[in-house]
């Protein structure tokens, strides 16, 4: 397969970490399962349905979807073949770019094209109509910047410190400390946090205490489990492994044996 990461326009990099392009070569099986990670972000999958279709533990997807935050892993396969490009927001993107509660969204998706055609786009049928994944970005960035521009006046600077603060500390600090450098009580800093990034506070700071300790094993950054572990400030090594099967689907020693991640936290299951 052929896999490229882009990076978005200057005007969009404050709600997008990265396109990604997928397409399979002639000689790729026509189908394909994989597992996808929970990893704090929402996202945006086209896939040219006269190529291959999608499936998620069996649901047949849309060929455009936007999709909310994960709290599990979940399976994802192809009949067919890959003409796909994909989206990686950044968590807050589903309130500030598209106007959505993003706790409608969690473990789940919708069809993109009825919010577009509201909109005045007819999304898939213009991603459809070309081939280059560079024209098909432009499209989307296009897409993307008009909702922006109507949307983003309800983006929340508390939601977005809240958020930094928890990606600098690898998601160690505690929800207390976060209510009290905003002034906020549990209640209310738990809504706004659920509307704009989908989760609760809580569960948004495990997945990224996660997310650090699968980049140090990604990076085989460590001697033995329990060094990670310590690195990321889980109370031992059992713990680490249990939030791994949770997030990932595997222990990590199978995720390194079993899996080959394509694209961040996207891996191709292997016998």
Not at 255 to 267: H, Q, Y
Request: charged share 25%.
């Amino acid at each position: 397969m052929q896999f490229r990461q882009i990076p978005p326009p200057e005007y969009l990099r404050d709600y997008i970490r990265f396109f990604w392009v997928l397409e399979s070569n002639n000689t790729d099986v026509a189908a394909a399962t994989f597992r996808t990670i929970a990893d704090g972000c929402p996202g945006l999958i086209f896939q040219h349905q006269d190529q291959g279709v999608l499936f998620q533990n069996d649901k047949q997807l849309p060929g455009t979807i936007l999709y909310g935050q994960a709290t599990r892993h979940a399976a994802l396969r192809i009949s067919g073949r890959f003409d796909t490009i994909g989206i990686f927001f950044y968590p807050h993107a589903l309130k500030s770019i598209f106007g959505l509660n993003a706790d409608e969204l969690t473990d789940t998706c919708l069809d993109l094209d009825g919010i577009a055609a509201s909109r005045g786009f007819q999304l898939s049928a213009q991603l459809t109509d070309i081939t280059s994944p560079e024209a098909r970005i432009d499209i989307l960035c296009s897409f993307l910047l008009a909702q922006l521009t109507k949307h983003n006046r309800l983006s929340d600077k508390a939601m977005h410190h809240a958020l930094d603060r928890i990606r600098q500390t690898n998601g160690n600090i505690s929800v207390k400390a976060l209510r009290e450098e905003l002034q906020l009580s549990e209640r209310s800093f738990e809504r706004k946090f659920k509307q704009h990034v989908g989760i609760t506070p809580k569960l948004f700071a495990r997945i990224a205490q996660f997310q650090a300790s699968m980049q140090l094993l990604r990076q085989s950054d460590y001697n033995k489990l329990s060094d990670i572990a310590f690195e990321n400030e889980y109370a031992d090594q059992s713990h680490f492994i249990r939030a791994f099967k949770e997030f990932a689907g595997a222990s990590p020693f199978q995720f390194m044996k079993k899996s080959e991640e394509l694209i961040e936290n996207l891996s191709i299951l292997t016998k």
